[in-house]
């Protein structure tokens, strides 16, 4: 008995001392506050920053705040969205019309926010289609998609859409080489055959418009992702690669043969040169440019049908590769432009690659033999250093301002801080639970505003409460103001976060659009005044000039409209105040609803296939007499001989 | 003294072209969902909104409530009429002060431009009045809203001439805006050549022989 309560009494001891090292663990001092008060913006208060999150498979790109966690608004890129209409109105589908036709989805991954001087400007902000390659550009007044423009001779478009420190090129590489120009050959005879397109779309400084300029033709490697040089090492641009044995089958093994596959270093100032004084073979092709010009408040689509290729070898100096071992994903370059962080994706660590060096390498004619003509630069050469993490099958880099780099992951499940030039690890912190992309604001720039740290997961599993087998992607929010990283929030997120590109709010905020103005509306169909509503008929096509005010359509009343009629209802939203739009939807509308915006036009195409008079309303609870908010349209008979009329109040 | 009694009368009636750049009256209409109010400003030749659609947005508002849309310049005798009264004011207060200064008139003119303009001043308010009183009140019998007070009388949705009022969802607050104040001052100004006037003059009355000639002539 008296041996029992001496084991009580060590236990006891044994629980007071662990409570006190876990009391001093949590606390860093009398002034640190609670993860809650952090990630607390209370009611009224706005964020300090934006994320804008990839949708991933959901085609779409959300927009955030930090620290809160709380979603704003997801922005119709790749995919068709019923609650606006983006794509199923007739001014938003030609937006998605490629030379496959309409392509109605995409799988977005990698948001990038436009730049000058290596710093974020909030201009636009671009993103990747990676399944029908495409680019996107978003505006960031209207936070609506602008332009669309096809990749041609890409597959996979995953190496995308970087863009370089002026804006000059927004990049997009392919992860799958393919044939170049397609054509129908035995599969097996990939090796040599096929190619790797790397694309430099240049962005008109003033209006933003993309414009395809050459597709530098690369060995038939996989182009993973890729990051801009700045400062000193503006004008490359790196690519990580994988299956440089060019297997076309069982990938996971026959792609994982080498001990090193390469960054591709490419020149593209020298190409850009090289293309500017008539180089580059232009070749025949065929891609859509889609464009949604923000006064006709309408999309058009054109085909182009050619593009100039560049054959980089004929480029001296244009094209290095730099070995990096265990088929490298991310592909980061620092604040400064002086490492290039490779993440083997099967290592345990972080290979990172000096700019200085890599010249020196060049210089010096450091070479290990060539790959299709493309010097291979010596590895040691080029090597500025390994970081021993610790964890293992790490994928991406951020930077914040203090010299600190922060890689994610993926399978043991974590985000490690480290000394960029030391490469000491400095700190880890779990994530929950296999960590794709993370993502500081500015973090990907020469700027980066090292206040948080947004990881986002592959899978999710206990986090939230259960919703079935299929459940959304979690993300945490790191504080890395201090010394060690802190988790302050969690937050379930939509679709499928690839990388993410986050901003101070004041620089977007106060250039945000409150409406269109409608004396700045030429929209073709627009109906500027309320004495203009009409209803026009020209063969079995009608259309309906309607405006929209609180809290009725003009005209509400619509009759001599007969059963096989295409009906366009072009509707304009005359009110002028923030954040009143209305919708629009009929009975039976094969598409979607639309939802137009104050001074913006916006149809809908409705074919009536059912005699009778059919209701339509508003869709957005517009006012206090939004219920009140409907009208009716009366379909009659083929072969009737009902003159066309409409009215309201009448 | 005279002399610098006469150049503030001059400079006060100035003040009063702030009137043509400045609006004289402010209407402020906030409500939950207008965290950022609506408001307009009233000019001596029209009304305009605070920011650029506040006038089409208040009109939409209004129209639930059956009230008519706020006058155009061209609706309102008043807009086209009040440029040249407030013209002819400054004029008149100049010549006043340059007669004064070449010592023409007396001070006791400096004090019925005041008068003058102090009678003009409360028609405008009561004219104005008048107008809030008739739009707030003589509203279109069809409204979507008919609101009544607890006596069964309609509500009437006359803004306040002067201060706040809860006018449904909306506070409603009206007040002066600078060309008022700038009015106020430029009159203050006059009052102050008044009295500035009659202490030189009092004086000099005594000692001068002249000067009472030219009172008769004032008081012709």
């Known amino acids: 008995m008296k041996n029992l309560?001496?084991?009580?009494?060590?236990?006891?001891?044994?629980?007071?001392?662990?409570?006190?090292?876990?009391?001093?663990?949590?606390?860093?001092?009398?002034?640190?506050?609670?993860?809650?008060?952090?990630?607390?913006?209370?009611?009224?208060?706005?964020?300090e920053y934006y994320a804008f999150l990839s949708g991933g498979y959901s085609g779409n790109l959300t927009v955030y705040g930090l620290p809160s966690g709380r979603m704003f608004k997801e922005i119709p890129v790749f995919s068709q969205f019923p609650t606006s209409g983006y794509g199923y109105s007739?001014?938003?589908?030609?937006?998605?019309?490629?030379?496959?036709?309409?392509?109605?989805?995409?799988?977005?991954?990698?948001?990038?926010?436009?730049?000058?001087?290596?710093?974020?400007?909030?201009?636009?902000?671009?993103?990747?289609?990676?399944?029908?390659?495409?680019?996107?550009?978003?505006?960031?007044?209207?936070?609506?998609?602008?332009?669309?423009?096809?990749?041609?001779?890409?597959?996979?478009?995953?190496?995308?859409?970087?863009?370089?420190?002026?804006?000059?090129?927004v990049v997009a590489g392919t992860r799958f080489s393919v044939p170049v120009p397609q054509r129908d050959m035995p599969i097996n005879e990939y090796k040599g055959n096929f190619k790797g397109a790397l694309s430099f779309i240049s962005v008109a400084p003033d209006n933003g418009r993309l414009n395809l300029e050459f597709q530098v033709l690369m060995p038939g490697f996989n182009y993973d992702l890729s990051h801009p040089g700045r400062g000193k090492s503006h004008g490359w641009f790196f690519f990580s690669t994988y299956n440089t044995e060019e297997a076309s089958s069982l990938l996971e093994v026959m792609a994982s043969q080498n001990d090193k596959d390469f960054i591709a270093a490419v020149n593209w100032k020298k190409i850009e040169e090289y293309v500017k004084n008539g180089g580059g073979t232009k070749m025949p092709a065929n891609y859509a440019h889609n464009v949604y010009d923000e006064e006709t408040h309408t999309g058009t689509s054109t085909m182009i049908k050619e593009v100039?290729?560049?054959?980089?070898?004929?480029?001296?100096?244009?094209?290095?590769?730099?070995?990096?071992?265990?088929?490298?994903?991310?592909?980061?370059?620092?604040?400064?432009?002086?490492?290039?962080?490779?993440?083997?994706?099967?290592?345990?660590?972080?290979?990172?690659?000096?700019?200085?060096?890599?010249?020196?390498?060049?210089?010096?004619?450091?070479?290990?033999?060539?790959?299709?003509?493309?010097?291979?630069?010596?590895f040691e050469e080029v090597l500025a250093g390994t970081v021993k993490s610790g964890g293992l099958g790490p994928l991406h880099t951020e930077f914040d301002d203090k010299g600190n780099a922060?890689?994610?992951?993926?399978?043991?499940?974590?985000?490690?801080?480290?000394?960029v030039g030391t490469w000491e690890v400095v700190d880890r912190k779990p994530t929950y639970y296999s960590v794709g992309h993370l993502m500081i604001p500015g973090g990907n720039s020469r700027k980066?505003?090292?206040?948080?740290?947004?990881?986002?997961?592959?899978?999710?599993?206990?986090?939230?409460?259960?919703?079935?087998?299929?459940?959304?992607?979690?993300?945490?929010?790191?504080?890395?103001?201090?010394?060690?990283?802190?988790?302050?929030?969690?937050?379930?997120?939509?679709?499928?976060?690839h990388y993410a590109a986050g901003c101070p709010a004041d620089l977007l905020a106060s250039n945000s659009k409150k409406i269109y103005r409608l004396d700045e509306n030429k929209h073709k169909y627009a109906t500027i005044g309320p004495d203009d509503a009409r209803v026009e008929r020209d063969?079995?096509?009608?259309?309906?000039?309607?405006?929209?005010?609180?809290?009725?359509?003009?005209?509400?009343?619509?009759?001599?409209?007969?059963?096989?009629?295409?009906?366009?209802?072009?509707?304009?939203?005359?009110?002028?105040?923030?954040?009143?739009?209305?919708?629009?939807?009929?009975?039976?509308?094969?598409?979607?609803?639309i939802l137009v915006m104050p001074g913006q036009t916006k149809t809908?195409?409705?074919?009536?296939?059912?005699?009778?008079?059919?209701?339509?309303?508003?869709?957005?609870?517009?006012?206090?007499?939004?219920?009140?908010?409907?009208?009716?349209?009366?379909?009659?008979?083929?072969?009737?001989?009902?003159?066309?009329?409409?009215s309201l109040g009448e | 003294?005279?002399?610098?009694?006469?150049?503030?009368?001059?400079?006060?009636?100035?003040?009063?072209?702030?009137?043509?750049?400045?609006?004289?009256?402010?209407?402020?209409?906030?409500?939950?969902?207008?965290?950022?109010?609506?408001?307009?400003?009233?000019?001596?030749?029209?009304?305009?909104?605070?920011?650029?659609?506040?006038?089409?947005?208040?009109?939409?508002?209004?129209?639930?409530?059956?009230?008519?849309?706020?006058?155009?310049?061209?609706?309102?005798?008043?807009?086209?009429?009040?440029?040249?009264?407030?013209?002819?004011?400054?004029?008149?207060?100049?010549?006043?002060?340059?007669?004064?200064?070449?010592?023409?008139?007396?001070?006791?003119?400096?004090?019925?431009?005041?008068?003058?303009?102090s009678i003009l001043g409360v028609l405008g308010m009561y004219d104005f009045n008048a107008w809030m009183v008739d739009y707030g009140t003589n509203l279109d019998p069809n409204a979507i809203m008919k609101l009544t007070n607890a006596d069964g009388t309609p509500v009437s949705y006359k803004p306040p001439l002067f201060g706040h009022v809860k006018m449904l969802n909306f506070d409603v607050t009206s007040l002066p805006s600078t060309g008022a104040w700038l009015m106020f001052v430029g009159m203050m100004m006059t009052i102050i050549a008044f009295f500035m006037g009659k202490k030189a003059w009092q004086p000099k009355s005594k000692t001068s022989a002249v000067r009472p000639i030219k009172i008769k002539t004032n008081d012709k």
Request: charged fraction near 20%; include cysteine.
């Open chain 1, 5 to 47: 309560n001496y084991i009580i009494c060590i236990l006891f001891g044994l629980g007071i001392t662990l409570n006190s090292c876990n009391q001093s663990q949590n606390t860093n001092g009398a002034l640190s506050s609670s993860a809650a008060e952090k990630v607390y913006v209370a009611p009224g208060e706005q964020d």
């Open chain 1, 90 to 169: 007739e001014e938003t589908k030609p937006m998605l019309n490629t030379s496959f036709g309409f392509v109605p989805w995409d799988d977005l991954h990698h948001p990038d926010i436009s730049q000058t001087n290596g710093e974020l400007d909030g201009r636009w902000i671009f993103v990747n289609g990676n399944n029908t390659p495409r680019i996107a550009r978003v505006s960031l007044s209207t936070f609506e998609t602008e332009e669309i423009i096809e990749v041609p001779n890409s597959a996979g478009n995953h190496s995308s859409s970087f863009i370089t420190e002026n804006t000059e090129y």
């Open chain 1, 308 to 378: 100039v290729t560049v054959d980089p070898t004929k480029v001296p100096g244009s094209l290095y590769f730099l070995p990096t071992p265990k088929s490298p994903h991310g592909c980061d370059v620092d604040p400064t432009g002086e490492y290039i962080i490779g993440s083997g994706k099967l290592s345990a660590d972080i290979t990172v690659h000096s700019f200085d060096k890599m010249l020196a390498a060049i210089e010096g004619e450091k070479f290990d033999g060539e790959a299709y003509g493309i010097p291979i630069l010596n």
């Open chain 1, 406 to 419: 922060y890689t994610t992951f993926f399978i043991s499940s974590e985000v490690v801080k480290w000394k």
């Open chain 1, 448 to 497: 980066p505003f090292g206040k948080y740290v947004v990881a986002m997961n592959k899978i999710t599993k206990d986090r939230y409460l259960p919703t079935g087998p299929e459940m959304e992607h979690s993300a945490q929010i790191y504080d890395i103001s201090g010394e060690k990283m802190e988790l302050i929030y969690d937050f379930p997120t939509h679709g499928e976060p």
């Open chain 1, 539 to 593: 063969g079995n096509e009608v259309h309906i000039y309607m405006s929209t005010i609180r809290s009725h359509f003009t005209p509400d009343n619509i009759e001599g409209i007969k059963v096989g009629d295409k009906v366009y209802f072009h509707i304009t939203n005359h009110e002028q105040d923030f954040d009143v739009p209305h919708g629009f939807t009929i009975i039976g509308q094969g598409t979607s609803e």
């Open chain 1, 604 to 646: 809908s195409l409705w074919e009536p296939k059912k005699v009778g008079v059919w209701p339509f309303y508003c869709t957005d609870f517009c006012s206090a007499l939004h219920q009140e908010m409907q009208g009716y349209v009366r379909v009659s008979p083929a072969n009737s001989n009902i003159d066309l009329s409409w």
């Open chain 2, 1 to 117: 003294m005279m002399k610098k009694a006469s150049i503030l009368m001059i400079i006060g009636p100035l003040f009063l072209l702030g009137l043509y750049f400045f609006p004289l009256w402010n209407i402020m209409l906030g409500a939950p969902q207008y965290p950022e109010p609506l408001g307009m400003n009233i000019y001596i030749d029209g009304i305009k909104g605070v920011s650029e659609f506040d006038i089409q947005n208040i009109d939409g508002l209004n129209h639930y409530i059956g009230m008519r849309t706020l006058p155009k310049p061209e609706d309102m005798w008043e807009f086209s009429t009040f440029p040249w009264v407030i013209g002819g004011m400054v004029a008149l207060g100049v010549l006043i002060g340059l007669l004064g200064f070449f010592e023409k008139v007396s001070y006791t003119w400096f004090m019925g431009w005041f008068v003058l303009m």
